[in-house]
């Protein structure tokens, strides 16, 4: 699966997607991918990821309480 980094645009290859959709972690282990190496991974808080579209993560993915009312 692929997001794409705010700040830089870069994409970022999540190798675990269990990861990326449990709102109960805030950040996932993730590999960018610009220039020609391979990166190693690294953790990336969801807070800096969307979606390549531009969407934002659903807040089921990042909030565990979503369906409080606030």
């Known amino acids: 699966m692929f997001l794409k980094h705010k700040k830089s645009g870069d994409l970022v290859e999540i190798s675990d997607v269990s990861s990326a959709i449990d709102p109960t972690k805030?950040?996932?282990?993730?590999?960018?991918?610009h220039g020609e190496e391979l990166q190693d991974e690294e953790s990336i808080s969801k807070d800096q990821l969307q979606f390549p579209s531009g969407e934002n993560l659903p807040?089921?993915?990042?909030?565990?309480?979503?369906?409080?009312?606030?």
Do not use: E, G, Q, V
């Not at 805030?26 to 991918?33: Q, S, Y």
């Open 59 to 70: 807040l089921c993915w990042t909030d565990a309480n979503y369906r409080s009312a606030k």
């Open 26 to 33: 805030k950040n996932i282990l993730a590999r960018f991918h």
